[in-house]
């Protein structure tokens, strides 16, 4: 088997930006943003890529500068206990998804860091009303939300958001 991280950039040509909402790195309006190079990057060993549906796909970058918290960037905190699901994960239960995504189906990628709020759906549902083609995608380390009154379809995120 392959490593599903070959052919990776090394290190050096990443970089991180916290506090930003302009997409554009460099943006003269992002004066509260904070930027470093990445010394080091640490991909979980059980992380198969492809292989696997991507599942355990986050990693932890160990940056050249430290960042401040202050009103715009703030810890991710992320949790990983079976608890986790029963406490937060509840059937109507909101969270939060941000990017610079595509703002609808003929948009191009937004310019400016823009935020959805989705209800959570139960698993078992939201593997129910999954197409056959995505439901191996939906693993254990997989949130389901969102709507289906056809405003917003299910999507899946992964629960380092």
Known sequence: MTDPVDGMPPTSQFAVA????????NHTD??????SDVSEIKIPPRYQGFLANF?????????????????????ACINFSAD??????????????????LTNANSGKSRVLRAATFP????????AQSPLSFKSSITGDKICAG??????LL???????
Do not use: H, P
């Not at 599942?55 to 810890?75: G, K, M, P, S």
């Not at 999507?155 to 958001?161: K, N």
């Open 55 to 75: 599942q355990d796909d986050i990693a932890l970058l160990i940056l050249v500068n430290e960042f401040r918290y202050n009103e715009y960037v703030q810890a």
């Open 155 to 161: 999507r899946m995120c992964s629960q380092s958001f």
């Open 30 to 35: 992002d004066v509260d943003a904070q930027r």
């Open 120 to 127: 959570c759906v139960n698993i078992n549902k939201c593997i």
């Open 84 to 101: 986790f699901d029963e406490e937060q994960l509840e059937e109507g239960k909101f969270g939060k998804v941000v990017g610079w995504g």
């Open 18 to 25: 916290a506090g930003n909402v302009y997409r554009e790195w």
């Open 147 to 152: 709507y289906t009154n056809g405003r917003v």
